[in-house]
């Protein structure tokens, strides 16, 4: 492999650990836990791993434990800071005992099911040290969740003598690798598993869990590029720039990028929900601002739209609720339908609200809506237009305007999407930092016989070795969702808080942004240099930790 010279800089990185890491290690356990909602449903279905305590690792005395085969698998999309995650895990069962292996399963669950292998040795995992990507072993989306790839898996993993398996995953991997532990754990296959909190998205947060891992690197390169555009389109004064950003649902990727680069617009879907503001409502708000703009002769500026936007728009999620329901049941029947009839066939299915609706959307839109899902049910929103979408909408309606006197300027549109460039970026500081600290702790969730538990690594807007490291029972973190047509456990998605801090401080400064043209350039992520510049915290986290 040709390296580039960040790249040879970079390996000699030492990530930070916690202080309580750092040495030998005891498991305290606290209070026992229980579901955020749905408490007896959730127990009934995990009797096993439901209400277990929370543990946090402080210094302690050596343990001597025989030696014992790890595996790992990556999960879903990547995200900075993976191989860090796995780095951390290879170094914590070393220091336990130097004759443990780590065995990584190739792109993905499929690699367990289909019995897909290495062995990660000290050489390999050296290469791929505060390394962006997720390359080590490749990821994939298959979706561990019945008995017979339960079964299959646990071929592989007896044939290779593995005590535990780690998942790192977002959301729904963390949910099977749940539903994996409750399922070894019934039958007393001896087999621990442990999940790791990995995604750009940052929606896999809550108490316990401060953010996901590469939701900082992400946000970071994104910003750095909105920047990049901002100073561009101040320079030439000629476009307005909409600029789609990964993070499925939830908004927070597009609310983090906004209080770094302060643009002129900023949607956040969790906010256009609660107002019941419909497709007109959110067209009309960014037209608005782009005729008051106008007025002052500023024919530029910068919108930011969060990839999720048209499931929250609430006459849109009711069409792709039942859009949901009526494919899981008829999924049969609808794949023999042909490409060119599907739309037709849709139309004539759902109810009469739903159906003038779909029916009035473009037709790349309406594909999306009822086509292409991934293997989790969900729409893949990041392949949604919805930045040309809005900004065709916007232009229709400032013609309108403009007819009718209310509306003086030019408007043109440059369209962006930044999602999968940001993926896999070298890890910030941060996540160097947290991913190795994360991994290291599985290693001693492990090393104390815990199933059924998420790594867990707090305390983050301090200094690394002030951090704390321990373990969340993932059933604690689950709640009862309509999955598919079915009612089915899930880890409970984080979305923007709107009465949040980071939701108040940007909304308090939306409307003097969307004026002056107030741009902030954060340029690129740094990886040497002063502590302000190197090692800060998005500041979502930094807002929501301030005391
Ligand atoms: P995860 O939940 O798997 O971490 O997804 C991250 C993500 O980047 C989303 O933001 C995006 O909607 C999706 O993956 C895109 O999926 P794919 O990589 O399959 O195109």
């Known amino acids: 492999m040709t390296k580039s010279a960040l790249q040879i800089a970079r390996a000699a990185y030492q990530p930070k650990l916690p202080k ?84 990584g399963f190739i792109l993905g669950p499929g690699g367990l099911v289909d019995h897909n292998y290495m062995e990660l040795t000290a050489d390999i995992i050296d290469e791929y040290r505060n390394t962006g990507g997720f390359d080590i072993i490749g990821s994939g989306r298959t979706k561990l969740e019945t008995p017979e790839q339960f079964e299959k898996g646990l071929e592989i993993i007896n044939k290779l003598g593995i005590k535990a398996l780690v998942i790192i995953g977002g959301d729904d991997s963390n949910t099977n690798a749940c539903v994996l532990a409750e399922y070894y754990a019934a039958k007393n296959a001896g087999v621990q598993v442990i999940g790791c909190p990995k995604t750009i998205d940052g929606d896999l947060k809550n108490d316990m869990i401060e953010t996901s891992f590469g939701f900082d690197t992400a946000c970071k390169v994104y910003s750095e590029v909105i920047g990049n555009i901002q100073r561009d389109c101040n320079s030439a004064r000629k476009y307005w720039h909409f600029i789609k950003l990964m993070g499925r649902s939830a908004s927070h990727i597009a609310l983090e990028c906004a209080l770094q680069v302060q643009p002129n617009v900023c949607i956040i879907s969790e906010e256009v929900e609660a107002k019941d503001m419909s497709l007109d409502d959110v067209v009309t708000y960014i037209a608005k601002i782009v005729a008051d703009r106008a007025a002052q002769g500023n024919n530029f500026g910068t919108v930011l739209i969060p990839e999720g936007l048209v499931e929250f728009i609430p006459a849109m999620k009711r ?62 929103v990041s392949l949604i237009e919805t930045e040309k979408l809005l900004s065709e909408m916007v232009g229709t309606k400032l013609a309108q305007w403009k007819e009718e006197g209310k509306y003086v300027g030019k408007f043109a549109a440059q369209h962006h999407f930044f999602g999968y460039e940001g993926r896999c970026a070298a890890p910030s500081n941060y996540d160097a930092d947290y991913c190795y600290s994360l991994g290291y702790t599985a290693s001693m969730l492990i090393a104390n016989g815990k199933t059924g538990y998420m790594s867990s690594v707090r305390n983050t807007t301090a200094p690394a070795a002030e951090w704390i490291a321990g373990g969340v029972p993932i059933t604690m973190m689950m709640n009862m969702e309509r999955r598919h047509g079915e009612m089915k456990p899930v880890i409970q998605k984080a979305l923007v808080k709107l009465d949040g801090k980071p939701f108040l401080t940007f909304a308090a400064k939306r409307d003097q942004w969307a004026l002056t043209t107030d741009y902030v350039y954060p340029g690129p992520i740094q990886y040497f240099g002063p502590t302000e510049v190197c090692d800060q915290p998005t500041k979502t986290l930094q807002l929501e930790q301030a005391k």
């Open 20 to 103: 309580a890491l750092k040495g030998s290690v005891k498991a305290v356990e606290g209070a026992a836990t229980q579901s955020v909602a749905d408490q007896e449903a959730i127990q009934k279905l995990f009797p096993n791993t439901y209400g277990m305590p929370l543990i946090k690792f402080e210094e302690g005395e050596a343990i001597q434990l025989p030696a014992m085969n790890v595996g790992v698998i990556l999960s879903g999309g990547q995200a900075p800071g993976g191989h860090n995650v796995i780095s951390g895990l290879f170094d914590g069962i070393k220091t336990l005992n130097k004759d443990n292996k780590l065995y």
């Open 319 to 380: 069409l792709i609720a039942e859009l949901n329901d009526f494919l899981a049941a008829n999924a049969v029947e609808f794949a023999n339908i042909k490409r060119s009839r599907q739309r037709e066939y849709i139309i004539s299915k759902l109810s009469k609200e739903n159906a003038d609706i779909y029916a009035s959307l473009p037709e790349g839109v309406a594909r999306q809506l009822s086509l292409d899902r991934d293997p989790h049910g969900n729409v893949q």
